[in-house]
């Protein structure tokens, strides 16, 4: 008797629909791929040395901030996966739940005693060690929202109100919930975002001209509004005359890199993190790769992130529609653009921020949802047309048949 074969059932189905064909790996994702894995390796090893006295000295054990950061990566490493395998235009379906979401949490994490506060900041939500940054969906919701608007209205970008207008609109939200809490380096982060999507999605550059003098007089003066933030601002310009002070962490941070010279003292061997440096394993990690693997290992950092923004505007120029477009631009502005301002402030050419380098600084929900905009990132390359390739081992011969070359 013949056994009867069954079709696949419906769930399987829908989770083909869902995940797509089987993934190709094509060079573009290769290159995202592996720039992201070694970034977290790299970023998990730092981590452990640059975080082991402060964890010895608070917790008893200096693995603590590494097994913690090490639990976040491998979630950001199924993430990764996850959303990689997932076509990117199902996004677009879904961008109204992820703005009422974002809202919502923005919202709530501004309530006393739901939000939790550090140092003056309410900015997380959840309890203990297992906490959640609302600002980190904020920016993976603005990037989807604008390259769905801008993708839809295609055809009228050049009417201020039908193309840019509500991008802005849902920036404006966003950035006065995140000011609020406070966190004004977030909102320079959400701004890259929404001016990255919308130049590359066509607006003209007369609006971009606006909005970006707009944008750069409202965070001057918020800036300049309140005595931490104008103090922050200012120091980066002559922290020596102030070092002990104002100065403080800035000329640790060029100290630290100072020392490591060309191949830096040694892995683990570095001084800055024995409480010399404020934020080692967080803010301020590319000092202490500069003070142990030397110039040499922040040259590596730097390459790493030319290669992905390189990548990543390679995966832009290729994708198969607008949206793809779009998304991959928007991704990649978010990950080099947070990289310049926090390696430009690691090497005191920016203010001080609170903003962390990313895949490499500890930090769980800003690691997991960096892997979820570079997994949407490598989903585009997935799915990005491939040229042609011509065999070397045949050739067509005039009279039809095929013989070697």
Same mark, same amino acid.
């Given at each position: 008797?013949?056994?009867?074969?069954?079709?696949?059932?419906?769930?399987?189905?829908?989770?083909?629909?869902?995940? $797509?064909?089987?993934? *190709?790996?094509?060079?573009?994702?290769?290159?995202?791929?592996?720039?992201?894995?070694?970034?977290?390796?790299?970023?998990?090893?730092?981590?452990?040395?640059?975080?082991?006295?402060?964890?010895? %000295?608070? =917790?008893?054990?200096?693995?603590? @901030? =590494?097994?913690?950061?090490?639990?976040?990566?491998?979630? $950001?490493?199924?993430? @990764?996966?996850?959303?990689?395998?997932?076509?990117?235009?199902?996004?677009?379906? !879904?961008?109204?739940?992820?703005?009422?979401?974002?809202?919502?949490?923005?919202?709530?994490?501004?309530? /006393?005693?739901?939000?939790?506060?550090?140092?003056?900041?309410? %900015?997380?939500?959840?309890?203990?060690?297992?906490?959640?940054? /609302?600002?980190?969906?904020?920016?993976?919701?603005?990037?989807?929202?604008?390259?769905?608007?801008?993708?839809?209205?295609?055809?009228?970008?050049? &009417?201020?109100?039908?193309?840019?207008?509500?991008?802005?609109? +849902?920036?404006?939200?966003?950035?006065?919930? +995140?000011?609020?809490?406070?966190?004004?380096?977030?909102?320079?982060?959400?701004?890259?975002?929404?001016?990255?999507?919308?130049? +590359?999605? !066509?607006?003209?550059?007369?609006?971009?001209?606006?909005?970006?003098?707009?944008?750069? !007089?409202?965070?001057?003066?918020?800036?300049?509004?309140? /005595?931490?933030? %104008? %103090?922050?601002?200012?120091?980066?310009?002559?922290?020596?005359?102030?070092?002990?002070?104002? $100065?403080?962490?800035?000329?640790?941070?060029?100290?630290?890199?100072?020392?490591?010279?060309?191949?830096?003292?040694?892995?683990? #061997?570095?001084?800055?993190?024995?409480?010399?440096?404020?934020?080692?394993?967080? &803010? =301020?990690?590319?000092?202490?790769?500069?003070?142990?693997?030397?110039?040499?290992?922040?040259?590596?950092?730097?390459?790493?992130?030319?290669? @992905?923004?390189?990548?990543?505007?390679?995966?832009?120029?290729?994708?198969?529609?607008?949206?793809?477009?779009?998304?991959?631009?928007?991704?990649?502005?978010?990950?080099?653009?947070?990289?310049?301002?926090?390696?430009?402030?690691?090497?005191?050419?920016?203010?001080?921020? $609170?903003?962390?380098?990313?895949?490499?600084?500890?930090?769980? #929900?800003?690691?997991?949802?960096?892997?979820?905009?570079?997994?949407?990132?490598?989903?585009?390359? *997935?799915?990005?047309?491939?040229?042609?390739?011509?065999?070397?081992?045949?050739?067509?011969?005039?009279?039809?048949?095929?013989? *070697?070359?």
């Amino acid at each position: 008797m013949v056994a009867a074969v069954s079709h696949p059932s419906a769930a399987r189905r829908r989770l083909r629909d869902v995940l $797509g064909p089987a993934p *190709r790996r094509p060079p573009a994702f290769v290159v995202i791929a592996a720039v992201v894995g070694v970034l977290n390796t790299v970023g998990l090893v730092m981590i452990l040395s640059a975080s082991s006295v402060a964890a010895l %000295r608070s =917790f008893g054990s200096s693995w603590y @901030f =590494f097994n913690r950061q090490l639990a976040w990566s491998l979630v $950001g490493v199924v993430v @990764f996966v996850v959303v990689s395998r997932i076509d990117y235009r199902i996004w677009m379906k !879904g961008v109204l739940p992820l703005l009422i979401l974002a809202f919502g949490s923005l919202i709530v994490v501004l309530v /006393p005693h739901l939000g939790i506060q550090v140092d003056g900041a309410r %900015r997380w939500l959840g309890m203990g060690s297992l906490r959640f940054q /609302p600002s980190e969906l904020a920016k993976l919701a603005l990037l989807v929202f604008a390259a769905s608007v801008l993708t839809r209205r295609a055809d009228s970008v050049d &009417d201020f109100h039908r193309g840019a207008k509500p991008v802005i609109a +849902v920036f404006a939200g966003f950035a006065v919930l +995140v000011l609020v809490e406070p966190d004004l380096d977030s909102t320079i982060v959400l701004a890259l975002i929404a001016l990255s999507v919308i130049a +590359v999605g !066509g607006v003209p550059l007369r609006q971009i001209g606006w909005l970006a003098m707009l944008g750069l !007089g409202a965070a001057s003066v918020l800036s300049f509004a309140v /005595p931490y933030r %104008r %103090r922050r601002l200012l120091v980066f310009l002559h922290p020596w005359d102030d070092a002990g002070n104002t $100065g403080y962490q800035i000329a640790q941070s060029l100290i630290a890199l100072g020392s490591g010279g060309v191949d830096g003292v040694g892995l683990g #061997s570095g001084r800055a993190k024995w409480a010399f440096l404020p934020n080692p394993h967080t &803010d =301020f990690i590319f000092a202490i790769v500069g003070e142990e693997l030397g110039l040499v290992g922040c040259l590596m950092i730097v390459a790493l992130f030319v290669g @992905f923004g390189l990548a990543g505007l390679h995966i832009a120029r290729s994708a198969p529609d607008r949206l793809g477009m779009l998304l991959a631009a928007g991704v990649t502005s978010w990950v080099v653009g947070q990289a310049l301002i926090n390696i430009g402030a690691v090497i005191g050419l920016l203010p001080v921020s $609170g903003i962390p380098l990313p895949f490499l600084s500890a930090g769980g #929900s800003a690691l997991v949802f960096t892997m979820a905009a570079a997994g949407i990132l490598a989903n585009v390359a *997935r799915q990005c047309p491939q040229p042609e390739r011509h065999s070397r081992s045949a050739v067509e011969h005039p009279s039809g048949r095929r013989r *070697r070359a």
